[in-house]
């Protein structure tokens, strides 16, 4: 399948400090990609839809001047946490979608942010 | 009440035991449905994409009712690898194909 890499792997940072976290399509060109965040014992919560050269499409409740996107190329996807607060703990996800093969899509490895 | 509803589990079966999951989805709009596998603190990984003449795939067979909108995943010949957490995936075209995850079923497959 598809590779995605996601990095880096794991973030320890001081409060009201930002974190940026980078996202690659490795083999493919990925014309949307996706974040997640899961919370211990909860399911994924999609953030945000990223779309190479635009504006990213935030769900509800997604604060999107606290996480900022930019989607650059199609192969490179960031989200950047600003001012992080302990409660922005949690398992950041990226995933690219493959547009052939009924739209599925392909997960990074994931970033664990831990805010003190 | 949640968009795609699971039983959490978790579900303990000996090695060689048959065991099922069930899924329900709320959105009739739905049209992608998937099964995916996430093992602890790791990214979800694609199991299979479920098909409403139902797929099987190995020892793995999906079924989809969407009258019922009822999603189940059959795992034959349970291995001690297959323990993990089990997730239901609806998918909506918005615009975008944004996925809807369970909270997913706990696994665990016991020697």
């Known amino acids: 399948g598809a590779v995605v890499s996601q990095h880096p792997s794991w973030v320890i940072c001081k409060s009201g400090t930002s974190v940026k976290i980078e996202c690659r399509s490795l083999?493919?060109?990925?014309?949307?990609m996706f974040w997640y965040r899961q919370f211990p014992k909860q399911s994924l919560m999609l953030m945000a839809t990223?779309?190479?050269?635009?504006?990213?499409?935030?769900e509800q409740g997604v604060e999107k001047d606290k996480f900022l996107i930019n989607h650059a190329s199609l192969t490179l996807s960031t989200l950047t946490v600003t001012s992080a607060h302990p409660e922005d703990s949690s398992f950041y996800i990226c995933?690219?979608?493959?547009?052939?093969?009924?739209?599925?899509?392909?997960f990074g490895a994931g970033t664990r942010l831990s805010v003190l | 009440r949640k968009e795609v509803e699971q039983d959490p589990g978790p579900f303990n079966v000996p090695e060689g035991a048959t065991v099922a999951f069930n899924c329900t989805y709320s959105?009739?709009?739905?049209?992608?449905f998937f099964w995916y596998r996430q093992d602890c603190r790791k990214e979800p990984k694609l199991l299979m994409s479920?098909?409403?003449s139902g797929n099987e795939d190995g020892r793995f067979t999906a079924q989809l009712n969407r009258a019922s909108q009822y999603i189940s995943l059959l795992i034959r010949d349970s291995k001690l690898s297959d323990s993990a957490t089990y997730l239901c995936?609806?998918?909506?075209?918005?615009?975008?194909?944004?996925?809807?995850f369970g909270t997913g079923t706990r696994l665990l497959v016991s020697p």
């Open positions: 995933s690219a979608s493959v547009t052939t093969g009924g739209n599925i899509q392909y």
């Open positions: 083999d493919f060109q990925a014309t949307t």
């Open positions: 990223s779309n190479e050269g635009s504006k990213a499409t935030y």
């Open positions: 959105n009739s709009a739905s049209q992608s």
């Open positions: 479920v098909y409403s």
């Open positions: 995936v609806v998918g909506l075209n918005t615009g975008f194909q944004k996925l809807v």
